[in-house]
């Protein structure tokens, strides 16, 4: 089983003539991925062999869908043109669109975000600024290495692309079922609470590893979720201990208020909601170890 993504899913990248496009199309196409179309409207009607492999060129989303039957958008698009890319896969009702870019002016996500729910939510958004999401064996939408783990038993959701990385290696010998990196944006589409629900769901996910980090809220209220919704054993890890207050760390969304948003407050609303955290990353990856047997 799967959240979101499987062998199934039919994908076409948006800014996929780009270089960044290109590249990640490449390794999304060597992961098993079922690329079907790209995305430019100065280039519809042609097409790019990678690899071998020839993939036609839309002039929109829409056409892209109409032609292929596609599912899932990979957005590769300059953060000054990523909120109208993303209008436009909302708008062609694409089920789901992943927002790799990085650097969206919160605004714009903001305003996609709404425009998104103002349409009834037929377009799930996964990021912006995230990895995307990776169902190991079936397909990869973004950029998640492929080869760093298996499928199994484990699904993870993560705000840090890099901590996605970390605990899909120290956990390779269990593997996952999928695994979804949020973003770490202050706007967000797809939440914790939206893939812990999807997790829970999951028939074939035994136990979900949880990745916060400082800033927000977000931990708490997935902590909530968990207490009132969740049967399945949670593992988590909180990044940014260390992290001094008013600080932005890394990611936009990651700035301490006094004691809101801390990593030591986000730890103890998700102990008491029964999760086991980790110190570390490693530690966490044998929590999870220990728990799964």
Known sequence: MAIF???????????MTGATGMKHTKLMLADGTNIVGGVNPRKAGTSVDIDGTDIPVFGTVAEAMEKTGANVSVLFVPPAFSKAAVIEAIDAEIPLAVV???GIAVHDSAAFWAYAQSKGNKTRIIGPNCPGLITPGQSNAGIIPGDITKPGRIGLVSKSGTLTYQMMYE???????????IGGDPVIGTTHIDALAAFEADPETDLIVMIGEIGGDAEERAADFIKANVTKPVVGYVAGFTAPEGKTMGHAGAIVSGSSGTAQAKKEALEAAGVKVGKTPTETAKLARELLG
């Open 5 to 15: 993504l499987n062998k199934d899913s039919k994908v076409i990248v948006q800014g």
């Open 100 to 102: 790799i870019t990085e």
């Open 171 to 181: 956990l390779r010998d269990i593997g996952f079922s999928s695994a979804v990196g």
